[in-house]
C-alpha cells in the first residue's frame, strides 16, 4: 500500500494542489495529520477536497478552534484574525465536519497518525528530547505527525533517538528504508505554510510493500496565495511568511 502523508494544509489551495500534481500516480490512498484551516485565504475548497479524497484525517489545533471546540485564546493576534476570517467564511456544515475530525493518534493498518505529539495533540514535537518520550507510546513501527510545519522526523532504537532530515535545498526528495528494529515518526512537512526556510510544499509517500518512506518538496505559485491574502485582507505578514517559508 502506497499512502499519501499531506498535513498543515492551512487553507492553500495552490500548495495542495501543486502536491497533487507532483505524486500523481504515486498513490493508493491519502492520510491528513490534520490543521486543514487557517493562516490562509482557500479554507472551503481545501476543506471540501479534504472531505471527497483523504481516507482518513486527524484534527489540528486550528480545525479545533475554527470548529469552536477550543477557544480563540490560545492563539497569537494573527492566528485570531485568521481564524475569525475563516469561521466567518465556512458555512455551519464545514465547521461541523471540522467538529467532527476524530482526534489522534489513530491506528490505519501499518501505521499511526496523529496531529502534535503521541502524549498531547497539542504538543510540538521539534527536538529528540520532545520526540524521546512518545516513542514508547507507540503501537505501530512508525507514525506521522504534523503540528511543526517542519519535514523530517526522528527514529529510535533501544531508547536512543536519532533525527531524520527535510529534503535539501535544490534537491526534490529524500528516500529511506525503513529498518526493522527501528521505530519512526515522521512529519511529511506542511503543505500549506512551511516553516523549515523552504518555501515549497512537502508532503511525504509511505510504501508498505517496499517499506520506505520519501519525502519530497514541490514548488507552487505562493505569490498567487500571497496575492489572495492581501485581496480578502487577511495580514499581511502571512502572505510574507509563504514567501519566504518561516
Not at 119 to 131: F, W
Request: proline content about 6%; glycine content about 8%.
Amino acid at each position: 500500500m502506497r499512502t499519501l502523508l499531506i498535513s498543515d494544509l492551512h487553507a492553500n489551495l495552490y500548495a495542495l494542489e501543486a502536491v497533487l500534481a507532483d505524486a500523481e500516480g504515486k498513490y493508493d490512498q491519502i492520510i491528513c495529520c490534520g490543521d486543514l484551516v487557517g493562516y490562509n485565504p482557500h479554507p472551503a475548497p481545501v476543506l471540501e477536497w479534504t472531505r471527497q479524497h483523504c481516507s482518513y484525517v486527524v484534527r489540528g489545533n486550528h480545525d479545533k478552534v475554527v470548529s469552536g471546540i477550543d477557544d480563540l485564546d490560545w492563539f497569537n493576534d494573527i492566528a485570531k484574525e485568521a481564524a475569525r476570517w475563516t469561521i466567518a467564511v465556512l458555512s455551519d456544515d464545514q465547521r461541523t465536519y471540522l467538529r467532527d475530525l476524530p482526534r489522534g493518534p489513530q491506528t490505519i493498518g501499518p501505521l499511526q497518525i496523529w496531529h502534535g505529539s503521541l502524549r498531547d495533540e497539542d504538543e510540538y514535537v521539534l527536538s529528540k528530547g520532545t520526540a524521546a518520550p512518545s516513542f514508547p507510546l507507540m503501537e505501530t513501527p512508525i507514525g506521522f505527525f504534523g503540528h511543526t510545519h517542519l519535514q523530517g522526523g526522528y527514529f529510535s532504537k533501544y531508547g536512543r533517538v536519532g533525527v531524520i532530515g527535510q529534503v535539501r535545498k535544490g534537491q526534490t526528495e529524500s528516500v529511506f528504508e525503513l529498518e526493522p528494529d527501528l521505530v519512526y515518526m515522521v512529519n511529511p512537512g506542511s503543505v500549506g505554510q512551511p516553516r523549515d526556510q523552504d518555501p515549497r510544499a512537502a508532503y511525504a509517500i509511505h510504501d508498505s510493500d517496499q517499506k520506505t518512506v520519501t519525502l519530497r518538496r514541490v514548488s507552487y505559485p505562493a505569490h498567487r496565495t500571497a496575492e489572495d491574502i492581501r485581496r480578502t485582507g487577511l495580514p499581511d505578514v502571512l502572505a510574507i511568511r509563504l514567501i519566504m517559508g518561516v
